[in-house]
T-cell receptor, first 115, second 113 residues
Framework: DADVTQTPRNRITKTGKRIMLECSQT?????MYWYRQDPGLGLRLIYY???????NKGEISDGYSVSRQAQAKFSLSLESAIPNQTALYFC????FGGGSTDTQYFGPGTRLTVL | DAKTTQPNSMESNEEEPVHLPCNHS???????IHWYRQLPSQGPEYVIH???SNVNNRMASLAIAEDRKSSTLILHRATLRDAAVYYC??????????????FGAGTRLAVHP
C-alpha cells in the first residue's frame, strides 16, 4: 500500500463549485504539504502544516484553504473553483529530524479540471 | 532564496552514464543541494543531497564543485526508468525547520533504448 494517498485522483468540476482534495499518510510524519503543478512548470507550495495545530500559507494560498484533521490527514479545499485552478495537485509529508535530509514524500497527485 | 539553473532537456542512451548539471552561483554557506526527480504521471521523489563533499547512494552520485557554485547529478548507467524531470533545489539548513522546497522547471531527461 502507498504511504501517501490522495483522493480523488481525477476530478472535473465547474466554475463556482466547492471542491475538497484529501490526503492521507501512513508514514507517521508530522509535516504535511500541498503543492500545485501547472504544465511544464515545477511545483509551487500552497499550504503546509507542521502539526495538527500548525497551519501556514505557502507562496500561492489565495483561493485555497486547508484542514488538518489528524496527524495523518490533510485536506485542501477550493471554496469556489475557477478555471485557472486547473492543475495537478500533490500532497507531501516529511519528518523533520533536525538534520539535513528532511526528505519529502509525495503522493500520486490529483488532476483537477475546472470548466 | 538562492536560485538554480538547469538545462531544459537532455538525452542519453540506455546503459550509458548521464551527467545532469546544475548551476547555483548565489549559493550560501547554509544551503544544501538537493535533487528530486519526477517520473511521468507521478509525484516527485527524493534522489540525493549534499553540502560540500561528493555523495553516493544506490540511485545516483552527486558531485559538488569546490566553490559550491555548481553541482552534477550522475546516473552511472541510465535505464529507461530513469526518464524523468530532474530538479536541483537549494535548501537552507538554517531556515528554522521550514522545510522549503522551491522547484524550478528542472531538466527533462530522455533515455533512448
Amino acid at each position: 500500500d502507498a504511504d501517501v494517498t490522495q483522493t480523488p485522483r481525477n476530478r472535473i468540476t465547474k466554475t463556482g463549485k466547492r471542491i475538497m482534495l484529501e490526503c492521507s499518510q501512513t508514514k507517521g510524519h508530522d509535516r504535511m504539504y500541498w503543492y500545485r503543478q501547472d504544465p511544464g512548470l515545477g511545483l509551487r507550495l500552497i499550504y503546509y502544516s507542521f502539526d495538527v495545530k500548525d497551519i501556514n500559507k505557502g507562496e500561492i494560498s489565495d483561493g485555497y484553504s486547508v484542514s488538518r484533521q489528524a496527524q495523518a490527514k490533510f485536506s485542501l479545499s477550493l471554496e469556489s473553483a475557477i478555471p485557472n485552478q486547473t492543475a495537478l495537485y500533490f500532497c507531501a509529508t516529511s519528518d523533520f529530524g533536525g538534520g539535513s535530509t528532511d526528505t519529502q514524500y509525495f503522493g500520486p497527485g490529483t488532476r483537477l479540471t475546472v470548466l | 532564496d538562492a536560485k538554480t539553473t538547469q538545462p531544459n532537456s537532455m538525452e542519453s542512451n540506455e546503459e550509458e552514464p548521464v551527467h545532469l548539471p546544475c548551476n547555483h552561483s548565489t549559493i550560501s554557506g547554509t544551503d544544501y543541494i538537493h535533487w528530486y526527480r519526477q517520473l511521468p504521471s507521478q509525484g516527485p521523489e527524493y534522489v540525493i543531497h549534499g553540502l560540500t563533499s561528493n555523495v553516493n547512494n544506490r540511485m545516483a552520485s552527486l558531485a559538488i564543485a569546490e566553490d559550491r557554485k555548481s553541482s552534477t547529478l550522475i546516473l552511472h548507467r541510465a535505464t529507461l526508468r530513469d526518464a524523468a524531470v530532474y530538479y536541483c533545489i537549494l535548501r537552507d539548513r538554517s531556515s528554522g525547520g521550514y522545510n522549503k522546497l522551491i522547484f524550478g522547471a528542472g531538466t527533462r531527461l530522455a533515455v533512448h533504448p
